[in-house]
């Protein structure tokens, strides 16, 4: 997987999510936020929080 940081995180507003990319499909798989520890999928376009 491929690992982007600094995203703007939805939840917690800081610029502190790492976004997940498949290797082999380029798409966005997943998001992680290292300050309030939210984590997301993507459902689409969409940023779904698993632990909102
Ligand atoms: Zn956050």
């Given at each position: 997987m491929?690992?982007?940081g600094n995203h703007v995180c939805p939840r917690c507003g800081q610029v502190?999510?790492?976004v997940y990319y498949s290797d082999q499909t380029d798409n966005r798989v997943g998001a992680w936020c290292e300050y309030c520890n939210m984590k997301a999928y993507y459902h689409g376009e969409e940023l779904v929080?698993?632990?909102s």
């Open positions: 491929e690992k982007v502190a999510m790492n929080q698993i632990n």
